[in-house]
């Protein structure tokens, strides 16, 4: 049996004063209209401190605001930043690194009032080989918790032989340390500053420094604002586009105009033709397994027989490709080498409706022999897209014949992407019909959001062998074994039938004259204010 139930679409009313806010905030006058960068983000950081920075707006600002050793380029190579050179030692144990002697550290005019005027004159503003070491160091203590050390498990110690030479010494080799060398984990950290703000760091402007092309300006988190303005002490190779940077979260009672924004495949269609598109392979639409419901994670042949009667094909059409994988085909190995050219094309258990039979009849023996003392008749909600109605109904055709009256499915139509994930987020399904975005550019870093611990784990997967297998990618020491660490994860996820992918997805990044020189990841997220 069937049933569908219908979600309306909300209207929020007009919050007068919110929408007086914003505009005073991000229209000013002519001259700032016309030159400033206006791009959206999902939410306003609430802390700077790189080392404990997790999300991709967070690493937008952050990836403008400081400069690494490195730093991946739009089309996810290693591109020297604050590093001229740098040199392997033969074991591929130690590695050194040359730096500009010119970089300096942007100190906020603020900072005398949080820090006192005495410190902030005195304050050596070079930024130093040190700083980077400070900020690795930093990031390997426990007591920072930082979310991304494992990405350094390899690294033992770094230090400074001088102001422009850091030392970088492993306990095994890792062919990934540059790219974990340009995200923020490793960004430069001034020890003399970080420990006079007293546990403070990266809370306010006040209390950051800037070695990028930008610095920020300002943020505010009630109105949903974060400025960035051109770092005047920069003097390294990525040049500022612009003077002033604006991030705003939008809101549905403000409709603004902006310079650049993602956008689905489908919203793109409906943009303006002062704005040009480019779509990124950073999605795939996937029916997911709600691992709450103990039936579907309990037993492995309902999740198996429910893969084989979906027929996957039948959801190919023009211009429709299917899915390779549950990784996207954006995502990447490490930098600059994609993960889908070195693993394939990897697959759920494929249409087979005798097999899928076959599975559910030999679960249905068992349990009438009590091996599997439980009920097994399923009472399943299937949440989707209103506009995947029909796709919908077409698989559950092949559902209804392997489990027939032993399943009851009501389907629960959402009008917007984002209601559905909404009620993704919250678990409110068993099997959700939906798009899956990766806002991560590496493969491994998309397949840590179903391990136990992830806050994005949108199936609910408790599976300590999982979560093994996973743990196993942060040892690789070359190509060849991350590689097939992170296929051995793919895999298990994809064999398990904890979610079936479908077909892939195109995301777009949408953008006007104003930004049409801001490059972005392979995974359609972080922006590059600058060129």
Known sequence: ???????????????????????????????????????????????????????????????????????????????????????????????????????????????????????????????????????????????????????????????????????????????????????????????????????RYGLSTSL?????????????????????????????????????VRLFVPSEDVERNFSIKAVSAAEAKDIGKDYTTTHYKNSIKAFCFNCANEKLYTYKSIRVAFAHSTDVEALVGKGISRAEGLIPSACLLQAGISYRANANVLRAPEYDPAKAEEIYKALKARNEEQEVPDDISLDITLACLEEDMDAVKTIIQGWQKTFGVAMTLTIEPYPTQAELDAAVNKGNYDIAYTTIVTSDFLAGEYLK??????????????????????SLTFGAENKDQLTEALVNCETYILDNAYIIPTISVDSCIVKNETASDVTVRPSGTVMAFYK
């Open 449 to 470: 959001n179903f391990t136990s611990n992830s806050t994005n784990n949108i199936i609910n997967l408790k599976n300590p062998e999982y979560d093994r297998l996973v």
């Open 208 to 244: 950051i420094l800037s070695n990028g092309p930008y610095y920020l300006g300002l943020f505010d988190e009630d109105i949903g604002a974060v400025t960035l303005k051109k770092n005047p002490n920069y003097k390294g190779a990525f040049k500022a586009l612009t003077e002033t």
């Open 1 to 199: 049996m069937v049933i569908i139930t219908q979600h309306s679409v909300r209207k929020s009313g007009l919050i007068l004063f919110l929408c007086l806010i914003m505009i005073l905030n991000f229209t000013g006058c002519k001259k700032n209209k016309s030159t400033a960068i206006v791009a959206q983000i999902k939410s306003v950081p609430n802390c700077y401190d790189p080392q404990i920075a997790v999300g991709t707006d967070l690493e937008t600002i952050l990836n403008n605001c400081f400069e690494g050793l490195v730093r991946i380029d739009a089309e996810g190579n290693i591109q020297k930043a604050a590093a001229q050179a740098w040199s392997v030692s033969a074991d591929g144990l130690t590695y050194t690194f040359a730096l500009r002697d010119d970089a300096q550290w942007y100190v906020p005019k603020s900072a005398k009032e949080a820090l006192g005027e005495d410190f902030v004159k005195a304050l050596d503003t070079r930024v130093t080989a040190e700083d980077y070491a400070f900020g690795i160091m930093r990031a390997l203590d426990e007591i920072t918790e930082a979310p991304y050390a494992y990405m350094l498990d390899a690294v033992d110690r770094a230090y400074a032989t001088n102001d422009v030479t850091l030392v970088i010494e492993l306990k095994k080799p890792d062919e990934s340390l540059l790219t974990a060398l340009a995200l923020p984990v490793c960004m430069p950290c001034k020890e003399v500053f970080f420990n006079e703000t007293q546990g």
